[in-house]
């Protein structure tokens, strides 16, 4: 550990894999969510099953599942963990798609970067299916909501 007591950084400043062998092995979950803005009219076709490139939902829903398993090779210093359920929902709302995901684990660190990267990349995917009908979706509000399990224990972002 650093003299600042940063985890990740070793004393000359360098960056570094924290070792988490000697940790517990732990059942361990964490539940992120987002949104995706979108115009009326891609609102309208996903209702409406129009979407010009197919089931943009279940091609987001996907996407967020083999995201939250390949995580480790986007984010350098994220450990690869044994994903062992990933729930991916997203809800057609008035202004857009709200994407949640809930990542578990039974292993030695937790799965908050995977259920991040869950919501983002479904995010994406659903950016890519409905691109032809409305150029301007946003991406926003990806946060961790709730995690369990591990040294630190349970938490719930306030509301």
Do not use: N
């Amino acid at each position: 550990m650093s003299a600042d007591g940063l985890t990740h950084l070793r004393a000359d400043g360098t960056a570094h894999m924290v070792d988490v062998s000697g940790k517990q092995v732990t059942a361990r979950s964490a539940t992120a969510r987002g949104r995706v803005l979108l115009s009326p009219a891609a609102v309208a076709a996903l209702r409406g099953g129009t979407v010009p490139k197919g089931d943009a939902v279940g091609v987001a829903r996907i996407a967020g599942l083999q995201a939250a398993k390949r995580t480790p090779d986007l984010v350098p210093l994220c450990h690869p963990v044994a994903v062992h359920g990933v729930e991916v929902d997203l809800v057609v709302e008035d202004d857009g798609v709200q994407i949640s995901a809930t990542v578990r684990t039974a292993d030695r660190t937790g799965v908050e970067m995977e259920a991040l990267t869950c919501v983002t990349v479904a995010g994406l995917a659903m950016v890519d299916m409905i691109k032809a009908v409305d150029r301007t979706a946003v991406i926003s509000e990806v946060r961790v909501t709730a995690k369990s399990g591990g040294r630190s224990g349970d938490w719930t972002r306030p509301a």
